[in-house]
């Protein structure tokens, strides 16, 4: 799949993003997605997340990532935040 967010595109695997993600598993794989250019600074973050297991979490990005993390669904990561 490929990710449009905040004028920057994302590749990632449609499986893994249905798995991690509830808001891509709603939305059902086919086409590009375009997401909220707020999301931008740390979709990246969520993405290695749902390769790795691991967050890069900080005392700076810890409600970006959260609130990032609540929108799309993806309660592993609310969790940690």
């Given at each position: 799949?490929?990710?449009?967010?905040?004028?920057?595109?994302?590749?990632?695997?449609?499986?893994?993003?249905?798995?991690?993600?509830?808001?891509?598993?709603?939305?059902?794989?086919?086409?590009?997605?375009a997401l909220?250019?707020?999301?931008?600074?740390?979709?990246?973050?969520l993405l290695?997340?749902?390769?790795?297991?691991?967050?890069?979490?900080?005392?700076?990005?810890?409600?970006?990532?959260?609130?990032?993390a609540e929108?799309?669904?993806?309660?592993?990561?609310?969790?940690?935040?």
């Open positions: 799949a490929t990710l449009g967010v905040g004028g920057r595109e994302f590749r990632a695997h449609w499986p893994v993003l249905a798995s991690c993600s509830r808001f891509f598993r709603a939305r059902g794989p086919g086409g590009p997605v909220p250019d707020g999301l931008a600074d740390t979709f990246q973050l290695d997340f749902f390769y790795t297991g691991r967050l890069a979490l900080t005392a700076h990005n810890r409600a970006r990532l959260l609130a990032a929108q799309l669904g993806v309660p592993d990561a609310v969790a940690l935040c």
